[in-house]
């Protein structure tokens, strides 16, 4: 080990200065362009009002746009493109083209007049020293011009009074505002979804038109706005919604050149299944074009979504024909393809970390279809082993623990209710979902544990941005025990065993308890649909998992009285039941500032409190810190509780090995994040290259009595003292459908350690080898780590 570690710092270093002066050496990009060529460095525009500024340099050409100065698109290019001809990685370095400057010179002109900056001039000037061209823009705007008068010219009079009527909802264009294009275009495109969402079939953009008159004193500017009708026509005809045929073919393939289709029509839709897969009413229950009502391109936009949604359609099409009679009416016909309808997924994982080594593998069967009513059925059967390393023994001669479960889920897509609740669905897709699932989990002489769960839950949409989860029925059966020998023949192993339950007394009863959990469970979700927009808003999710009450009040009322503090707990079907209250909330700022940056605040808290009929949670409702998603200067479970030292509280090495990630749990958690993400790469092996800087700070804390351990309660008068904070750097390679996400969290000050010694990163500064070998002896089999590492496929919030 120490030979590895002479050999390591003698490498390291060369390695990296070379990296550096390799770098370095790209940055330099003159050597790969001609000697009649310069690299743009420098662009400036000057004169442009200040809150026009960033968006007038968008209209410079991006083929001479200068690279950010701390970026290193240009760099990497020019080192991978040297060393190994590849130009799938960075840009390279922007070379001076006048006809690009005259270009940019020309549009940042008629952005200004877009602005309403009608006499705006602008002219261009480039300076190049030692193959270093500066470029500069500098405009004369002139004078603002404001609107003096806006007019209407609309030959319809129900266009008009359609018109008129709504405006007042969309518009921003207004007399006494400063002239801008934009404002017009965005109110042509609002005019254009009103006409479409009130019957007018065959209405287009290009029939809403503008004339400006700018030739005013004072710089002000009259607007007409215009709205012709059809060439051939006296005005616009709105139209009416007849009969629907909805037809889904017979394979993935497609539909056949001829079709039959089905002559019965039932309330305005004509069904016809060529593949007989599916039932007409599951189908037709998401067609929102009803028959007399009149023609609206948000109930098309909605029919295409949810039958897209339904997951069991590889193409939606929605066409209309024109009734062949005077009556204005169209009829719809929407073409369903259908796509494979059962699939079967094998997955595996390798977790690892420090002294353990394992493997999960799951097999997981999916029929999107199993009823013919679009309902998805899952069938995952999983298993896992983990195995210490290290003890100079094969990985599968020590494996101390193995875990195994299946699990069935069907998915329903409407809400089983004996009401009919109108327009469901209109927002999105609501279902009705029906879970059961069996966990067996076994720790090698320490305990076994056995749990059943089943649950029915109602999810839909109130808004497109409002989310409701509701589970009336959570049933949970917990059955296991024990395995920890304290009555053995060896005297030693029994002592440790009897002072590992009395340390840890609270989580170990938590595995060795029976009982049965009947609650209910909630879940409220803001702007969920913006999570990967790059803009400003705030998100939202609270959750409340409650359990107990219905069967503590009826055994009030039937007159049962127990003593919980005694050990006599109330049961139901001859084990006790859990009574407890777990509130968790999860807010978050989402700040944009600017293109492919944004900065994100995070809260995310939870507590989990037993009352009644219980005096602790059931253990798989306790919290933990760290992780991927979490505290990433941690690794998952290895933070707190509290000021919790393991090597203090757990003194031998097997104890320690026996409760890895079963000891630093708690019944409440803070945690909260501060992440910068902005961008790196333009172009990385065909997708972009996204970083981001973080700081996480947080714990998780026991609150309820009975824990021998009082430096892992809460305590506010200590809160900062018992926070663990961390910072780093990730990279996120971002191919448009998901994201591979690469975190390197670094400890900045560890709550487990006393005063100042908390604040670990001077240890890592100076060296830390001492520190992690004076960890190491009480702590081992676990090293010390300062950095942590984090892979994961999508972002962490």
Not at 2 to 9: D, F, N
Not at 384 to 394: C, E
Not at 619 to 638: D, H, M, N, P, Y
């Amino acid at each position: 080990m120490k030979a590895y570690l002479i050999y390591k710092k003698k490498i390291q270093f060369p390695a990296i200065l070379l990296f550096i002066i390799l770098f370095a050496a790209a940055c330099s990009s003159t050597k790969y362009i001609e000697d009649y060529q310069s690299i743009v460095k420098e662009v400036e525009i000057d004169s442009v009002p200040a809150q026009f500024k960033e968006e007038a340099l968008n209209y410079v050409q991006k083929d001479i746009r200068p690279a950010p100065k701390l970026g290193i698109n240009v760099g990497l290019y020019n080192l991978f493109y040297g060393l190994f001809k590849i130009k799938s990685i960075g840009n390279p370095a922007p070379v001076l083209d006048s006809t690009l400057v005259d270009i940019s010179r020309n549009q940042i002109e008629k952005f200004l007049y877009s602005k309403g900056y009608f006499k705006a001039t602008v002219k261009s000037s480039i300076e190049v020293k030692g193959q270093r061209a500066a470029v500069n823009f500098t405009a004369k705007p002139g004078p603002a011009f404001m609107v003096n008068k806006l007019s209407f010219d609309i030959a319809d009079p129900k266009v008009k009074e359609l018109y008129m009527k709504k405006r007042t909802e969309f518009s921003n264009v207004s007399e006494g505002m400063q002239y801008d294009d934009d404002s017009l275009a965005t109110e042509r495109d609002h005019i254009y979804e009103v006409m479409k969402e009130n019957g007018y079939y065959d209405f287009a953009r290009p029939y809403v038109k503008y004339t400006v008159d700018s030739n005013l004193n004072a710089s002000k500017t009259n607007i007409t706005l215009i709205i012709d009708n059809p060439a051939d026509k006296a005005q616009h005809e709105q139209f009416t919604i007849g009969e629907t045929n909805v037809i889904v073919a017979p394979n993935a393939d497609g539909f056949p050149d001829s079709i039959a289709v089905n002559p019965r029509i039932f309330r305005g839709v004509r069904y016809t299944d060529l593949s007989k897969r599916f039932r007409r009413n599951p189908i037709v229950r998401y067609n929102f074009l009803k028959e007399g009502d009149m023609y609206n391109s948000d109930n098309e936009n909605i029919t295409y979504n949810r039958l897209y949604e339904m997951n069991v359609f590889k193409n939606v099409k929605i066409d209309y024909l024109k009734a062949s009679d005077s009556s204005n009416r169209v009829d719809p016909v929407i073409r369903l393809i259908p796509q494979k309808r059962m699939s079967n997924r094998i997955e595996g994982e390798v977790p690892f970390n420090a002294g353990t080594v394992g493997f999960t593998l799951s097999n997981t069967y999916t029929n999107n279809n199993i009823f013919r009513g679009a309902e998805r059925f899952e069938f995952q059967v999983k298993g896992g082993l983990q195995s210490r390393t290290g003890q100079g023994k094969s990985i599968f001669n020590d494996v101390y623990q193995r875990d195994f479960s299946l699990s069935a889920n069907l998915a329903v897509p409407r809400l089983l209710l004996p009401f009919d609740i109108p327009m469901m669905g209109k927002n999105g897709m609501p279902f009705t979902t029906f879970s059961t699932s069996y966990v067996y989990a076994l720790q090698k002489d320490f305990f076994v544990r056995r749990v059943f769960l089943s649950s029915v839950t109602y999810d839909w949409f109130e808004t497109k941005t409002k989310i409701h989860s509701f589970t009336p029925l959570n049933f949970e059966y917990r059955f296991g025990g024990l395995l920890l020998v304290t009555d053995g023949p060896d005297p030693i192993v029994n002592a440790a065993n009897e002072e590992l339950i009395r340390q840890n007394l609270y989580n170990i009863q938590l595995l060795d308890r029976k009982d049965i959990t009947l609650g209910i469970k909630y879940t409220y979700t803001l702007n969920q649909n913006k999570l990967l927009q790059p803009k400003s808003f705030i998100y939202f999710r609270g959750n409340m998992d409650m359990a107990g009450n219905l069967i503590n009040g009826i055994a009030s009322l039937t007159g049962g009285k127990h003593n919980v503090a005694e050990g006599d707990y109330g049961k139901i079907l001859g084990l006790p039941y859990n009574q407890y209250i777990r509130p968790e909330v999860d807010v978050r700022w989402y700040k944009k500032l600017g293109i492919d940056r944004q900065f994100i605040a995070r809260l995310n808290a939870g507590v989990g409190f037993a009352y009644g009929n219980s005096t602790s949670v059931p253990f798989e409702k306790l919290f933990f810190a760290g992780g991927s998603s979490g505290v990433r200067a941690w690794q998952a479970r290895t933070l707190g509780p509290g000021n919790y030292d393991r090597g203090k509280r757990i003194l031998t090495e097997e104890s320690r090995q026996t409760l890895y990630g079963l000891d630093q749990l708690g019944q409440m958690h803070i945690e909260t994040n501060f992440e910068y993400r902005y961008k790196l790469l333009n172009k990385f092996f065909g997708a972009q290259l996204k970083g981001a800087v973080f700081v996480d700070a947080g714990n998780v804390w026991n609150i309820s009595a009975g824990n021998p351990q009082p430096e892992t309660y809460f305590d506010f008068k200590k809160l900062f003292n018992q926070i663990g904070i961390g910072t780093g750097v990730g990279l996120r390679y971002d191919v448009d459908y998901f994201v591979f996400r690469f975190d390197v969290g670094l400890k900045l000050k560890d709550p487990q350690f006393n005063g100042s010694d908390q604040w670990v990163i001077k240890k890592y500064l100076s060296g830390g080898q001492e520190f992690k070998k004076d960890y190491y002896i009480t702590h081992s089999p676990e090293n010390y780590r300062f950095v942590q590492y984090n892979f994961g496929i999508g972002l962490p919030f």
